[in-house]
């Protein structure tokens, strides 16, 4: 459903809301779908941000309806107000995340196991961030923080997208800091080519612990430089990260604890996601595994 109208009645005549087929023959339809035109009625209505989108012909989302331009085009003609792409403030941003990851590591209630390999176990619990699921991961490697850290630390021109299947390119688009940067990533289609290539632009911290933890921490932004590319549906990372930390008495072996947190984008069927999520982030830690080994050779 698309939320394609909106009208402010007088106060004799607020109702709740009314929807309706969508008779507009502008409006791209296909044969298993229809579409609805909702009406919205307030009086007063507070101020909200939405995310806009209509159906494309391949059943997802197309990028530029999440916005990322000088104003996001709306159904129906509106207008929302231009992202703040060039006052976000990237640092703060940025240790905010650190700061709940921080919060997702200490907290231990009501993470419920959906996978176990021999490399992970993977848990959930639902996202306080989105109308999704955040991921726990959690796997101990047979190396040494350092070359674990190589492996997966986002830097331009890092390992990361010789080994991460999930990882097409990763680029940096501005160094706000020694420590903070805004990156753009790209992965290509996935799960049998049911999920389009996404793309996803992030302001990530990378931070040293006095234990010789290693932090990288991320969530999505918008920034000038990444305006949404018409061959990528645009993903949003919500608050994520990895943690790279020592075990004592065994300097070869790394505790590895992840947090995902993704909204995919898109029009894909929540099964999809919730299928899609527990299994990459096993290929995740078997493919790190794998290069780990080979870095060590």
């Not at 779908?33 to 391949?58: D, F, K």
């Not at 650190?98 to 200490?106: E, F, H, S, T, V």
């Amino acid at each position: 459903m698309s939320l394609a109208h909106a009208q402010l009645p007088s106060r004799s005549t607020a109702k709740p809301f009314s929807a309706e087929p969508c008779s507009d023959p502008s409006y791209p339809r296909s044969p298993t779908r229809c579409l609805w035109r909702l009406e919205v009625h307030a009086v007063n209505p507070p101020p909200c941000h939405a995310r806009m989108s209509q159906p494309s012909g391949e059943g997802e989302v197309p990028p530029s309806a999440h916005g990322g331009g000088a104003a996001r085009r709306l159904i129906g003609g509106v207008r929302a107000a231009a992202p703040p792409s060039l006052t976000m403030d990237y640092a703060g941003l940025a240790e905010s995340a650190a700061d709940k990851m921080g919060l997702y590591r200490r907290d231990a209630d009501g993470w419920r196991s959906c996978r176990r390999t021999n490399e992970v176990a993977v848990s959930w619990r639902p996202s306080a961030e989105f109308a999704g699921n955040v991921y726990r991961a959690e796997g101990t490697v047979a190396a040494r923080p350092q070359q674990v850290w190589e492996c997966i630390k986002p830097v331009a021109g890092g390992l990361r997208t010789q080994w991460d299947q999930n990882v097409k390119d990763f680029e940096v688009v501005e160094a706000v800091s020694d420590a903070v940067s805004v990156c753009r990533t790209t992965t290509p289609s996935a799960f049998m080519k049911i999920i389009s290539p996404r793309e996803f632009v992030d302001v990530i911290l990378m931070r040293q612990y006095e234990d010789g933890t290693m932090l990288s921490a991320a969530t999505n932004v918008e920034h000038p430089l990444c305006p949404p590319q018409a061959n990528f549906v645009r993903g949003y990372n919500y608050p994520c990260g990895c943690f790279c930390i020592p075990i004592p008495g065994e300097p070869d072996r790394t505790q590895l604890l992840s947090f995902f947190q993704t909204d995919l984008g898109g029009y894909l069927p929540q099964t999809v996601v919730d299928s899609f999520f527990p299994a990459n982030i096993a290929g995740f830690y078997s493919n790190l595994t794998k290069a780990v080994k080979a870095l060590k050779a």
